[in-house]
Every structure is written in structure tokens, then in C-alpha cells.
């Protein structure tokens, strides 16, 4: 049974033309998480949500934003992609803070 | 800042025998979980076992075991019984404060006949 599930697992993009990549979940967990993963490097988190509070890592680029209507949906945003930002997209959900993150299997951006 | 150190880019093993992944990490917390993920080729990460530091005793799971040295601020990981299906990239990663996330560089793991 799927519990973090990523729409679409492969996106193409224009240069500069928005895009926004979905992620759901199904455990009812409070905090989602996004990461974004270059090839053979490691996981970097871009933000998360605890519930509705918002919480962005201080390196994030203001070109990448997020949303969270409800506690099964969040969307990353990338308003501007550039070429550095095809990646591997990885949403990641937790019951609540210090606990286990259970992995979407990742949207693969590409950036014409 | 919290960093994760996994000095060993690229291991292999035979099947059936057991290899050891280390990891370490800085912090000037003294409350903080520790976690070794594993993502095989084109597959999901998935959790291989977690460590509370505020625990002595090393987590076991099955074939996967730890070695926690809060002190020395190490947490490798012991498989073993290496298994084919143990082929992927094994990354360690560290949580503090509920919701910092903070990963390693990765470990790739093969595990050949």
C-alpha cells in the first residue's frame, strides 16, 4: 500500500517556466518534508511543514516555495527552474518531529 | 551546525559475510537521533534502523545492528549476513531539535556473489 506517494515520478521543464510537483500521504502524519537530491549526493532539505507551520532552511533558494492546503497534501513550487535545478525531488512525512521519515519515491526533474 | 561525516564513499562485500558502514557526526546536543537509511538503485529510501542517543544500549534490527559511541560521536552500521538485495547506498542521518534533518555524503554498498 502506498504511503507517500510523489506526482508526477518524471517532470519536464522549459527554462524558467513554472512548475510544481505534488505529494500525498496516506499515515496521516503531521510533519511532510522537502528534500532535494543531485546526483550521488546526499538528501537536502529545503522545508518542511509541522502541521501548518512553515519552517524553510535558511539556504533555500527564494525560487523554490511550498504549500500545504490540507495535513494529506503539500506541493513544492519552483517558480524560475534554472538548469542547477534538475534533481531528484524527495518528500519524506513524519508523525511528528523526532521520529522516523517514511520516503515518497521522488519526482526526477528535468530543466530544458 | 550539525555535520555528518561518512568517509567511506564506496564499499563492497561478499555475500554472507558482514561489513561495517561508519559514520560520524558533530553536534553540541546532548538529545538527538540518529538514523541509517538505505536507497537501492532507482528505489525509495527506506529506514534501516534508528538510534536515541539518550539510550546506551545499540539498536538491533535482524541482520542490521549499531554501533553507538556517544562520546566519540560515532554510529557505523554492522550488516550482516550480506545479502544481494543489500546493494544500495546507505546514508547515515541525524535529527535534532524535532524536525533538522541533516544527512551524510552516502555510503554505496555492493554486495557481489
Known amino acids: 500500500d502506498a504511503m507517500v506517494i510523489q506526482n508526477p515520478r518524471y517532470q519536464v521543464t522549459q527554462f524558467g517556466k513554472p512548475v510544481t510537483l505534488s505529494c500525498s500521504q496516506t499515515?496521516?502524519?503531521?510533519?511532510m518534508y522537502w528534500y532535494q537530491q543531485k546526483s550521488s549526493q546526499a538528501p537536502k532539505l529545503l522545508f518542511h511543514?509541522?502541521?501548518?507551520?512553515?519552517?524553510n532552511e535558511a539556504d533555500t533558494p527564494d525560487n523554490f516555495q511550498s504549500r500545504r492546503p490540507n495535513t494529506s497534501f503539500c506541493f513544492l513550487d519552483i517558480r524560475s527552474p534554472g538548469l542547477g535545478d534538475a534533481a531528484m525531488y524527495l518528500c519524506?512525512?513524519?508523525?511528528?518531529?523526532?521520529?522516523?521519515?517514511?520516503f515518497g519515491p521522488g519526482t526526477r526533474l528535468t530543466v530544458l | 551546525a550539525q555535520t555528518v561525516t561518512q568517509s567511506q564513499p564506496e564499499m563492497s562485500v561478499q555475500e554472507a559475510e558482514t561489513v561495517t558502514l561508519s559514520c560520524t557526526y558533530d553536534?553540541?546536543?546532548?538529545?538527538?537521533?540518529l538514523f541509517w537509511y538505505k536507497q537501492p538503485p532507482s528505489r525509495q529510501m527506506i529506514l534501516v534502523i534508528r538510534?536515541?542517543?539518550?539510550?546506551?544500549q545499540n539498536a538491533t534490527e535482524n541482520r542490521f545492528s549499531v554501533n553507538f559511541q556517544k562520546a566519540a560521536k560515532s554510529f557505523s552500521l554492522k550488516i550482516s549476513d550480506s545479502q544481494l538485495g543489500d546493494t544500495a547506498m546507505y546514508f547515515c542521518?541525524?535529527?535534532?531539535?524535532?524536525?533538522?534533518?541533516?544527512f551524510g555524503t552516502g555510503t554505496s554498498l555492493t554486495v557481489i556473489p
Open positions: 538510534q536515541e542517543a539518550y539510550k546506551q
Open positions: 553536534t553540541s546536543e546532548s538529545n538527538y537521533y
Open positions: 519524506a512525512t513524519s508523525i511528528r518531529g523526532p521520529d522516523t521519515q517514511y
Open positions: 511543514y509541522y502541521d501548518k507551520d512553515f519552517n
Open positions: 499515515l496521516n502524519h503531521n510533519v
Open positions: 542521518a541525524f535529527m535534532k531539535n524535532g524536525n533538522q534533518f541533516y
